[in-house]
C-alpha cells in the first residue's frame, strides 16, 4: 500500500499534480486505465497524483435505492492499491448538484493548479452535466493542463461501465461482471447466526446481511471464495429466503458454506467473493433431497 490521504473536501495540495476524474464504482478495467495513466504520467513528470471523486453517487439525489459495486471502504483499497497520492471524496450535495461546471472546474484548477487532468469519455459534472471531455479540453489553456481523456473500453463488443457491469450482476451474470472488475464483486460482514438447518445436515454455513447498498444478484447458489484472516477458502453461497424451510421469515440470507473449514466464527467479519452463479434458488420436497443438490453443486465449485 502506498499510504493514500483521504481527503473529505477541498484542500490544496502544496506540490505539482496530475489529476484524475470520476466517480469510480466498482474500479473496473476502463478505471484502471485512466488511474494506470495517471500514475504513470506523474511518475515521468514528478507529480503527486489526485483522484478526485464523491462518496455518493449523484443519482442519490434523484433516486432513494441506488446500490454500488463497491461500498466507500472497498473502493479506497483498491484504488490504494494503485499507489494514488490523495483521493478526494466530497459528499455530493445540492449544492455541487447547482454549481455551474466552469465554477466547479475554476475551483478544482484553483486548489490544485493540475498539470495533466484526466478523464473517462462519459465523465460529467456540474449543472445539467454540461462538464464533459469537450468541455475540459476546451479549458485547458485557460487554466493551464493538459488534458487527457480515457477512451471507452471494450469488451466482447460492449462498453464496459459501472452501468453495465450493475446489469451484469442482476441478471445473475456474475463471472462476465467479474471479468470486467479488477477484483471479483465481493460482500462482507460479521457472521451472525442463522437457524443453524445446515449443520444439521452435514454442511454448516457462516450467515452474514446482505449489504443494504450493495448491488442486487439474484437469488441462487454461486461458487464463491471466502476470506477470513488473510487466509482464502473456497466455499458455496446460497443467497436467497430458503423456500425449503418454513420459519415464517422471508428476508433474504447471505450463507456461505466454508470447504475445509470448522472454525467458530460468529461475530468475526468474512469477505465473501462472488465468483459463478450455479443455479437459481429452489424449493425441495425434503431435507434429503436439499442436502442431495448441495452436494451435486459443491462439485462445480
Known sequence: ???????????????????????????????????????????????????????????????SDVKYITLNSEREKLIESFGIDYMVELDFNDNLKKISAEDYLRKVCNFYKPKYIYSGFNHTFGFNKLGNSSFLSQKSKIYGYEFVEIPPIKFEEKTV?????????????????????????SISGKVIKGNQLGRTIGFPTANIDYPEKKAEIPYGVYCAEVKYMDNHYRGMLNYGVKPTVKNGKNNPVAEVYIIDFDKDIYGETIKISVLDKIRNEKKFESLEDLKNQIEKDLMKC
Request: aromatic share 10%.
Open 1 to 63: 500500500m502506498s499510504g493514500m490521504e483521504i481527503l473529505n473536501k477541498f484542500e490544496s495540495i502544496d506540490e505539482d499534480v496530475a489529476l484524475g476524474m470520476g466517480f469510480f464504482d466498482g474500479v473496473h478495467i476502463g478505471h484502471r486505465k485512466l488511474i494506470c495513466d495517471l500514475v504513470s504520467t506523474s511518475k515521468v513528470n514528478e507529480l503527486k497524483t489526485v483522484l478526485l471523486t464523491f462518496k455518493n453517487s449523484p443519482a442519490e439525489l434523484f433516486y
Open 161 to 185: 461501465s459501472s452501468t453495465y457491469i450493475r446489469e451484469l450482476l442482476k441478471s445473475g451474470n456474475v463471472k462476465t461482471a467479474n471479468n470486467l472488475l479488477i477484483e471479483p464483486f
